[in-house]
């Protein structure tokens, strides 16, 4: 069983469209995390979500919008899509109660806009 | 704001030779400092981390990182690199919000 899923692995799409990233982890953990990844392999939190609850949420678009249905499941909307965003999408999750807790990642999500 | 460095871009190293990633830390308050690998194509894989106690931390696949108080650093150490461990490293540091904030990273290349 993976740990920390996401889906879809690859996603190539045309400026302006929207598209989601889904992400589902099974550790029973209760915060979870969207960093994305450029091209020169930095990596940079974009939002974390306690037991469905936003609580960290850095400089990013509002045309990126996370969705927590439950603690399980984390999913990001991308709206307006822009050449810029191209990227690779990481979910990941961890304890919040455990700040010295390490954090475990999915692949990764390849979005390129065209 | 507590931040990470990794001030080279890229380690090459002899297989069977010892290998070393620097990185150096700036925080406030006790230091959470952790180490991840990534594989192409991968995600990010946890290697080890330093919490409070023992200076040498052992990790994955003999992996090993030296806590420095006194130079800020936590260098990753390895003593004989393999082929197989060249990928992406990647110090880490985790803040207030629960977040690790990452390094830049390090591209580790190990030749035969």
């Known amino acids: 069983d993976t740990a920390v899923s996401q889906t879809p692995k690859y996603l190539v799409t045309q400026m302006g469209n929207d598209k989601s990233i889904k992400c589902e982890q099974n550790l029973g953990h209760d915060t979870m995390y969207w960093y994305k990844q450029d091209s020169k392999k930095f990596l940079k939190i974009m939002f974390s979500y306690n037991n469905k609850e936003l609580i960290i949420n850095e400089t990013v678009p509002n045309r990126f919008s996370p969705k927590s249905p439950d603690k399980a499941h984390l999913n990001l909307h991308i709206n307006s899509l822009e050449l810029g965003d191209s990227a690779v999408y990481f979910c990941?999750?961890?304890?919040?109660?455990?700040?010295?807790?390490?954090?475990?990642f999915g692949e990764g999500s390849r979005l390129t806009v065209l | 704001a507590q931040s990470v460095a990794q001030p080279e871009d890229q380690v090459n190293v002899a297989e069977g030779n010892p290998l070393t990633v620097k990185c150096t830390y700036s925080v406030s308050g006790n230091p959470y400092l952790f180490w991840y690998v990534q594989y192409p194509n991968r995600g990010l894989q946890f290697l080890l981390k330093y919490i409070t106690g023992d200076n040498l931390v052992k990790g994955s696949y003999g992996f090993e990182a030296e806590f420095n108080k006194s130079q800020t650093s936590f260098h990753l150490k390895k003593p004989s690199a393999l082929v197989s461990d060249s990928a992406l490293y990647f110090c880490?540091?985790?803040?207030?919000?629960?977040?690790?904030?990452f390094g830049k990273g390090t591209t580790l290349s190990v030749s035969s």
């Open positions: 990941a999750s961890g304890r919040q109660q455990t700040s010295t807790g390490e954090l475990f």
């Open positions: 880490a540091v985790r803040d207030s919000g629960t977040a690790l904030i």
